[in-house]
């Protein structure tokens, strides 16, 4: 393989290294938002030409996509947010990555050592390891260049191995500034990748904002009924974390339509992942039935946000329905469905 | 429970919480967790008293250990009451533990009104502070009795005479010494007493009073007694300015009280080596810190007390015009600060600068600003001098504006909120002016749409090159979204348009103002070019050696406001 990093005899960043090692294990897609202290990878993702990068509107987003991702496509899906408030914000994340054993592996900076042994007195100071050591299947941290490429190594194959799950590496940050040759014989990366494990072999993806929704009557209008036991929602049951996940399953399954159940109140609360699909070019429907007062609320949204509106006709057959669905196998088709009472 | 306007009438802590749970018990309804536990830091941070914040299940106690970490960066009285089965904890329990400064395991059969009792110690010592109770238990009647019987107490010591338990002399015959004595006053000597102690000793020492950077944004109450205590006399410099760095550095001692020194408190000036002086740090429990050549461990108003009696026997060193200096430096500052708002816009551009000053000077008085960590927040923070402000400072995070701005509107319902957020920003929590628009609460937030994420672009164009990867945002009718949340909107294109804005903003109404600004790309606030010394630390060396010098310098052309502040970091990277 060619090593396009060393330039000259200019040795590359531990940031560089970062990238290239995760170009050379077959990634497609970085989600991350940003700090100061990801830059150098952001920067150096672009030089190597590497995975593309996928900015969403929070690290909470971010992590949701990577869990739908990688239990779409059955390989690790990368999140790389920012130290401190970032890796605050993903707390839920991860815990849904390991509740529905999601191969995620969660690349951050962090403080170096000696600020790590005062960290409540840093800015932007948070203990990633102890913060997270519930919610996460294993956590590795990389004080030296030399460690890059095992640690990334390592990670990928702990996300993936046995039951599935999300894996953190925190990078001491100054690392990713500093320049070190890469030592000795660089062992092929291994693409590893497990079934997937988000509705194997269906030829629709249903996504469920929640596990409350089970009970819509919208869905056996919508001739979604029989996709229910095949159904997927992010692990943490909750409502609200819906969209950016099934954007990720998007990614990480194409050619298969991709469909997700939310409410109103939900839908109005994730339009930032309509606006973020729409920029990276999956193209959003939002659909409801005509007339209903799910449709009140999700016409605007659609018409703010850019996405094609669908009222689905009250005349179709559920089958009908269903095979218009069916049809959308490149965009996201949102579904805003009745809130079953209970 | 209570809701905004019969909230001001109760001793009763507002409580928050999210989705149907806020329906069962009465709570303040939050859409998010998250945003739920931003709301209760917002109410504490706006009056200085604790507010509650509730969560039941993994999917929602993690949403508001998110939020707690903002919290507790800087040490806010949130209380959180979070509901939790044995299998549940493994996952969500170390979270809490390390977003809370303080955690409360519920004992089996403990009553509410002992756990209540609980809290309340904690709350003293370290907040915020979690009760983690398990899926048995009464989570209503707890929240109840929290809400009912929690409360800060002003520091018991600072009534006490000083024993003979701290020798103090020492430190006095050193701080006697001084001739350009300096003391950087921390949130934890805000209390009346101390406050009246530290003034008097400001007045007797001859030394400027620079805040921490967690003070500058204190209580609204506390800046009132504040301003009223340190009158013109004595220079009360806020954290970022020119003339509050001026005095950190030149200092020939520092006195710190009530501050945790720690790296937010001074933006990272101790870790770049630029305080050269010694530094006496006082405080209650104050644990160590690694910067300090002396620490007191008493309550920072005794000592002031205790340090002034001092002076008043056997007088100080102070040089002769040391103080007045910065008088003047404060005044030289606002203006050139000023200037810099009105150079960088004209008749039909909008800057962020002038946009930032002219949203601080319409801003009724009494008003509370709220702003957070991106470039926007900065600005904010740059032009509302010694204005009540509500900021993140140890994390700088964004995206909590909104729901600050609801719960500053919750604890303090006589003032009026103003938020400014990044339109980077803004979807972090877009969805709570839903709620306010459906209680009537008037905030008005003002969106720099400056279709990008500013903060991070401007480290890429001072120390990547100028390579903007992946920090400009696509264009986003952010009127048309607080359409659908129920707000009041209006655009801003020109300065007229933001005129036109302003005095909308001035105006009664029963739901939340969203303004739409769009502002230039590209700017570069004073603070944020200190802020990249604190965040960056660690790797300067690698960075000093790029275009980082130049670019900066090169940057404040015909700036002398954001020149002066960069000499601070150009220094910094060349050691
Ligand atoms: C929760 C959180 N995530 C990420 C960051 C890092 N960060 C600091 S400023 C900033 C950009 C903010 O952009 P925007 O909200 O558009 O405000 P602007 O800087 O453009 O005014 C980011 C991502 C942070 N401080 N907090």
Redesign the interface.
């Known amino acids: 393989m060619r090593r396009p990093l060393l330039i000259g005899s200019v040795a590359p ?1 531990g940031a560089e290294r970062v990238a290239m090692r995760l170009k050379e294990l077959g990634v497609d897609f970085v989600f ?1 938002i ?4 990801v ?2 990878i ?2 150096a ?2 030089r190597v030409h590497g995975p593309r ?1 996928i ?1 969403p ?2 690290e ?1 987003a971010a992590a949701l996509m990577a869990e739908g991702y990688g239990l779409a496509s059955g390989r690790p899906a990368v999140v790389m947010n920012t130290l ?2 970032g890796v ?5 994340a991860v ?2 990555a ?2 529905s054993s999601a191969p995620v592996v969660y690349l951050t900076p962090c ?2 050592p000696a ?1 790590r042994t ?1 960290i ?8 990633h390891g ?6 996460a299947k294993q956590q590795l941290l990389c004080d030296s260049t030399d460690q890059l490429e095992p640690m990334i190594d390592e990670a990928f194959a702990s996300a993936i191995a046995d039951s599935a799950g999300p894996v953190r590496l925190d990078v001491s ?2 690392i ?4 070190a040759r890469r030592r000795g014989g660089r062992q092929a990366a291994s693409h590893q990748t497990r079934p997937p494990k988000a509705a194997p072999g269906a030829d629709l993806v249903l996504a469920l904002d929640d596990s409350s929704l089970t009970g819509s009557a919208t869905l056996a209008t919508a001739g979604l009924f029989g996709d229910l036991e095949r159904s997927v929602m992010p692990g ?6 819906g969209a950016p996940f099934a954007l990720g399953l998007r990614l990480g399954r194409p050619r298969t339509p991709v469909v997700l159940a939310l409410t109103a ?1 939900s839908l ?2 994730q ?2 992942t309509v ?1 973020v699909a ?2 990276e070019g999956v193209p959003v429907t939002i659909a409801a039935a005509a007339d209903s007062p799910e449709a009140a609320l999700a016409k ?2 659609a ?2 946000t850019g996405a094609a509106w669908w009222p689905i006709d009250s005349g179709d057959s559920p089958e009908a329905v269903r095979a218009n669905f069916h049809q959308r196998t490149r965009g996201l088709t949102i579904l805003v469905v009745d809130q079953p009472a209970g | 429970m209570a809701t905004e306007a019969e909230l001001s009438k109760t001793a009763e802590l507002p409580v928050l919480a999210s989705g149907s749970l806020a329906l069962e018990i009465g709570a303040i309804a939050m859409r998010d967790p998250q945003a739920a536990a931003h709301a209760a830091d917002g109410a504490a941070r706006a009056s200085g008293r604790p507010a509650v914040v509730t969560a039941r299940g993994i999917a929602d106690v993690l949403r508001v250990a998110s939020g707690l970490v903002t919290a507790s960066g800087d040490r806010k009285p949130v209380i959180a009451v979070l509901q939790l089965s044995d299998t549940e904890r493994e996952v969500a329990l170390p979270a809490i533990e390390t977003a809370s400064r303080s955690t409360l395991i519920v004992e089996p059969g403990e009553s509410a009104e002992r756990l209540a009792e609980r809290c309340n110690e904690s709350l003293q010592l370290s907040a915020p502070v979690s009760l983690v109770l398990n899926r048995d238990s009464d989570l209503a009647a707890v929240v109840k009795a929290v809400a009912a019987n929690c409360a800060i107490r002003e520091s018991v010591d600072s009534q006490a005479e000083v024993g003979g338990s701290v020798d103090l002399k020492p430190a006095f015959e050193e701080l006697r010494e001084a001739k350009k004595p300096v003391i950087l006053l921390g949130s934890g000597a805000l209390s009346t007493t101390a406050l009246e102690s530290i003034a008097a000793l400001a007045r007797l020492w001859q030394a400027p009073v620079c805040l921490t950077f967690s003070a500058t944004s204190m209580a609204a109450d506390t800046l009132d007694r504040c301003l009223a205590l340190f009158g013109a006399d004595i220079p009360l410099l806020p954290a970022g300015t020119v003339p509050w760095t001026n005095a950190l550095t030149r200092a020939d001692h520092l006195l710190a009280l009530g501050s945790g020194l720690s790296e937010a408190d001074w933006f990272g000036l101790s870790d770049a080596k630029l305080v050269r002086a010694p530094v006496t740090r006082v405080a209650l429990n104050p644990g160590t810190d690694g910067i300090a050549d002396r620490t007191v461990d008493i309550d920072a108003g005794v000592f002031a007390k205790a340090f002034a009696a001092e002076i008043v026997r056997g007088g100080a060193l102070t040089r002769d015009n040391w103080v007045e200096r910065f008088s003047e430096a404060r005044s030289k500052w606002s203006g050139l600060v000023d200037e810099e708002a009105h150079r960088a816009g004209d008749s039909d551009r909008l800057s962020a600068p002038l946009a930032a000053r002219e949203i601080v000077s319409a801003a009724p008085a009494n008003a509370i600003l709220v702003g957070e960590g991106g470039a926007a927040g900065m600005w904010l923070a740059s032009y509302a001098w010694l204005r009540p402000l509500i900021v993140p400072s140890q994390h700088a995070s964004i995206g909590a504006s909104i729901p600050m701005a609801a719960g500053a509107a919750l604890a303090e319902p006589d003032r009026p909120i103003w938020a400014v957020v990044g339109d980077g920003a803004f979807f972090y929590c877009a969805r709570e002016l839903a709620g306010l628009a459906e209680r009537g609460v008037p905030i008005a937030v003002f969106v720099f749409d400056d279709r990008s994420w500013n903060a991070i672009r401007l480290v890429q164009t001072l120390f990547f090159r100028h390579r903007t990867i992946g920090t400009d945002l696509p264009e986003v009718d952010y009127r048309s979204h607080a359409e659908l949340h129920g707000c009041e909107t209006i655009r801003v294109r020109t300065p007229s348009d933001l005129a036109q804005a302003l005095s909308l903003a001035q105006e009664p109404r029963n739901k939340p103002l969203v303004v739409d600004i769009r502002v230039e790309k590209g700017s570069i606030p004073f603070v944020g070019a200190n802020l990249i010394l604190a965040e960056l630390d660690g790797a300067l060396g690698p960075l000093a050696g790029s275009a980082a010098l130049g670019g900066l310098l090169a940057a404040a052309k015909d700036r002398p406001a954001l020149a002066a502040t960069l000499r601070v970091t150009a220094g910094a990277l060349r050691k």
């Open positions: 960043s991350s940003p700090g100061s202290q830059l150098p952001w920067d993702l672009d990068l900015v509107r929070t909470r401190g408030p605050a914000n993903e707390a839920v815990a849904s390991k509740l403080q170096p600020k005062r409540d007195e840093v800015f932007q100071g948070l203990d102890a913060f997270l050591s519930g919610a940050f100054p990713l500034f500093r320049r943490a049951d909750g409502p609200g974390m109140e109005l609360g339009l930032d606006i729409t920029a605007p949204a018409l703010a």
